[in-house]
Nanobody, 123 residues
Framework: QVRLVESGGGLVQSGGSLRLFCAAS????????VGWFRQAPGKERDFVAS???????RNYAESVKDRSTISRDNANTVYLQMSSLKLEDTAVYYC?????????????????WGQGTQVTISS
């Protein structure tokens, strides 16, 4: 069972940028499709971005697609780079993994989840 740990969150000014990290416990993390989701207080968990196991397919939510990049290295880390941050980006960000080779925006398709990292955007 793969364990995921997110990091890189924090307090960032509006208009700034940050890079989130999702580190996996398994060396075979390259077999997993990975997604980033976020949940703001009082709201549902929303899809942000996903990347296939090969890294060849990437999908983004409309709200972030022009200012975000999801990527992965050859080891066990997936990254989410976000820029031009807005107040509405404030949320807990979660990474999730699936053994499906295909990416999806459905949270139910992901079997493994991290504990989340808080991202707070200030004005």
């Amino acid at each position: 069972q793969v364990r995921l740990v997110e990091s890189g969150g924090g307090l960032v000014q509006s208009g700034g940028s940050l890079r989130l990290f999702c580190a996996a416990s398994e060396r075979t993390f390259g077999r997993y499709g990975v997604g980033w989701f976020r949940q703001a207080p009082g709201k549902e968990r929303d899809f942000v971005a996903s990347i296939s196991s090969s890294g060849g397919t990437r999908n983004y939510a409309e709200s972030v697609k022009d200012r975000s990049t999801i990527s992965r290295d050859n080891a066990n880390t997936v990254y989410l780079q976000m820029s031009s941050l807005k107040l509405e980006d404030t949320a807990v960000y979660y990474c999730a993994a699936t053994l499906s080779p295909y990416t999806t925006d459905r949270a139910s398709a992901y079997a493994y989840w991290g504990q989340g990292t808080q991202v707070t955007i200030s004005s």
